[in-house]
């Protein structure tokens, strides 16, 4: 059984940073695409980044610039460092891992609470 475990969450002001991590456990492999989607109260969950095995990458316009993401492959973990968080950053934070390996799998992890506020 996989399971995606984040962390890094919390209560940040506006201007400051926060990374987040996900880890995947159990029997997955050659993960094709790790990314970080997040949904705010009242709308739909939308893409913030993500990056291909190869380190290929791309970000949602409102947070180039502002967040980074990365991968470690041995890990089977993926990062997102966020600065210069914005109060419309505020949003539950979740992973997302693609593996295509004759079919497609969608691993989804349980989500964390960023929020940015003075």
């Known amino acids: 059984q996989v399971q995606l475990v984040e962390s890094g969450g919390g209560l940040v002001q506006p201007g400051g940073s926060l990374r987040l991590s996900c880890a995947a456990s159990g029997s997955i492999f050659s993960i094709n695409v790790m990314g970080w989607y997040r949904q705010a109260p009242g709308k739909q969950r939308e893409l913030v980044a993500r990056?291909?095995?190869?380190?290929?990458?791309n970000y949602a316009d409102s947070v180039k610039g502002r967040f980074t993401i990365s991968r470690d492959n041995a890990k089977k973990t993926v990062y997102l460092q966020m600065n210069s968080l914005k109060p419309e950053d505020t949003a539950v934070y979740y992973c997302?891992?693609?593996?295509?390996?004759?079919?497609?799998?969608?691993?989804w992890g349980q989500g964390t609470q960023v929020t940015v506020s003075s």
């Open positions: 990056i291909t095995y190869g380190g290929s990458t």
């Open positions: 997302n891992f693609v593996v295509v390996t004759g079919r497609l799998y969608n691993y």
